[in-house]
């Protein structure tokens, strides 16, 4: 098996994040969170359309009625098809906050969550919004909301709240949402940098993009069992794409790096794909 990273984009995004495979386009799309962007790319040739929303973008999903649904900065959006209109708002007082992460569990709900400004500890929030369109708080005392996956049966919810350096899991109930029994399955606190955004495997295995760690790592029943080394420090999630479902992309930021990293990281802020070896799981559709 290959782990060479090849470059998809050299984006230069400045907060590239949130990729996942719109099966319906077979194109990847993706955020740039400050941009604010969302990019779709054609992943045989690079091209990239993109799509400007009017405030800050942390995550899209496809949208089984069309278009996509994003998580901008004051809550949950229906994008690209028709003028961006807003859904529903979450509280944010003093808009202090915007989103982050998100991704649809397999019964097509919308999970995001938030994180402030000024990363704030304990300011930020998880949200869920059901297919119905009604949001649910779901969880408070949050700092920096990011990875999200859902065990194939879906039994399992596994949740990153980065600060933590944890990847947590929580007991999933398909029909209802509710989750519950919140423990920990993987520390990563005896190493560099912070778990950031995270994809599952058709075998169970989570793939984490590691910011600051320059990797991303893969972790089977808790276990480290993989680690790809990426040619920038700030990788920041990934999702399995192609019509296969067999070749990782991974987004990846320059947001903090001073004149003399971003130097000596051109690539900071691509697309990159590697072929792990292992094929990813359908991304849900909202709705
Ligand atoms: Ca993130």
């Not at 993706?30 to 800050?56: C, E, F, K, N, Y």
């Not at 509710?178 to 295995?205: F, H, N």
């Not at 080394?229 to 794409?241: D, E, H, I, M, N």
């Not at 070749?247 to 990846?252: G, P």
Request: glycine share 12%; net charge negative.
């Amino acid at each position: 098996m290959s782990t060479d990273v090849e470059v998809v984009v050299a984006a230069e995004a400045e907060l590239g994040e949130g990729p996942v495979w719109d099966g319906r386009t077979n194109r990847l799309v993706w955020v740039d969170i400050m941009g604010p962007s969302i990019h779709q790319t054609d992943v045989r040739t690079g091209r990239t359309d993109s799509i400007a929303v009017p405030l800050h973008v942390g995550a899209v999903v496809p949208r089984a009625l069309g278009g996509y649904v994003a998580a901008l900065q004051d809550g949950f959006w229906v994008v690209g098809d028709g003028p961006s209109r807003r859904l529903t708002e979450v509280p944010n007082p003093g808009g202090k906050l915007r989103f982050n992460d998100g991704k649809c569990d397999p019964v097509g709900r919308f999970w995001a969550g938030t994180i402030a400004y000024d990363a704030a500890a304990g300011a930020a929030s998880l949200y869920c919004l059901d297919t119905d369109e009604t949001v649910t708080h779901v969880l408070d005392g949050i700092t920096i909301s990011n990875g999200l996956a859902w065990s194939r049966d879906g039994d399992t919810m596994f949740y990153i709240d980065s600060p933590t350096k944890r990847i947590d899991a929580f007991n999933f109930t398909l029909s209802t949402g509710a989750i519950s029994d919140r423990r920990t399955v993987v520390d990563l606190s005896a190493g560099i940098g912070e778990p950031d955004g995270m994809t599952i495997d058709a075998e169970g295995g989570l793939w984490v993009a590691v910011w600051g760690a320059g990797a991303v790592h893969r972790y089977v029943f808790g276990r480290l069992d993989r680690v790809l080394k990426l040619p920038v420090s700030q990788p920041t999630s990934c999702a399995f794409g192609g019509t296969d479902l067999d070749e990782l992309y991974v987004t990846s930021a320059w947001k903090g790096l001073s004149k003399s990293e971003r130097n000596e990281q051109p690539l900071a802020g691509a697309l990159f794909r590697v072929r792990p070896g292992v094929r990813g799981v359908a991304a849900h559709v909202y709705g």
